[in-house]
């Protein structure tokens, strides 16, 4: 079967084309014929071999650790009316870059009808995040929100999300592309951080007393400045780091002025509810109250292509391959 492999740690251009053997499903797994697999900008990093928050994988591996499609066949002790549905299936760490990939039972959600599987690909690990970000920020009816990276997969669900809680959204992005889908998500302003003022902006459209929370998923020096412009009292909250480098935060200061700092350790303790939280985002996607953005997409064999347009910060919603 097809796949593409990492060969070595750099760049895009180690994601190469290649045959593996037939997976076999084992006792308590199954098959799945892959249709798409999904890619973050995490998995972009552990392919460069800088990702801090994960061990390296063993080369050469199969990137890809979210897929849809259909159950192909069954290990043993699995039940039967699990062939032929549609699912999301995780595979772990890697082995989803291929045409057919092996996941446990327990790693599987079905996916609903009336709702395609590039849509649920695009929301599962994007929306269960966003949901989970939501939910940890604890947002209040009227509040200001500054969402940050608002044009990316993540990003373009909290504006969202947030609207749906009754805030009040500032979307921060970069370039005209990006701004105009977060005017179109129907955030109230939208600000292109490679303005220096960005910060400056951001005050004025909520009044000038500033967001009361901020979903920080960039770092580095945005994030920085997003912290400034919080409100005293307000809410920051970190869960990425495309610049390169994760917000720090003087605790001192925070203390100071009130700001509660979710830290970027709340991710960890997602996992438990990322399932269930999955199936609350697809219902509401299907319900037609939130809508996931799929920007580009990529056949198997370009693999490092969607991986540097990831990189290249231009890429509009979320990236997938469709096998």
Known sequence: MRVVRVTRFGGPEVLVPGEAPEPVAGPGQV?????????????????????????????????????????????????PDWSGRRVIAGTGESGGFAERAVAAVEDLIPVPEGLGLPE?????????????????????????????????????????LAQAAGARVVGAARGARKLDLVRDLGAEAAVDYSDPDWASRVREATGGAGPDVVFDGVGGEIGRAAFEVTADGGRFSVHGASSGEVTAIDPVRARRRGVEVIGIEQLFGFGPRMGWWADRVMSEAVA????????????????????AAIESRGALGKTLLLI
Do not use: M
């Open 31 to 79: 098959v799945v014929d892959v249709s798409v697999a999904g890619i973050t900008f995490v998995e972009t990093q552990i392919r460069r071999g800088v990702d801090k928050w994960h061990d390296r994988p063993e080369l050469p591996y199969v990137p890809g650790a979210t897929v849809a499609g259909r159950v192909s066949s069954l290990g043993e002790n699995v039940d």
């Open 288 to 307: 037609g109250r939130i809508r996931p953005i799929i920007g580009q997409t990529f056949p198997l064999e370009r693999a490092a292509d969607a991986h």
């Open 120 to 160: 649920a690909v695009a929301l599962h690990t994007d929306g269960s995040t966003a949901l989970g970000l939501v939910e940890g920020a604890r947002i209040l009816p009227g509040e200001w929100v500054l969402v940050e990276a608002a044009g990316g997969g993540v990003g373009s669900l909290l504006v969202q």
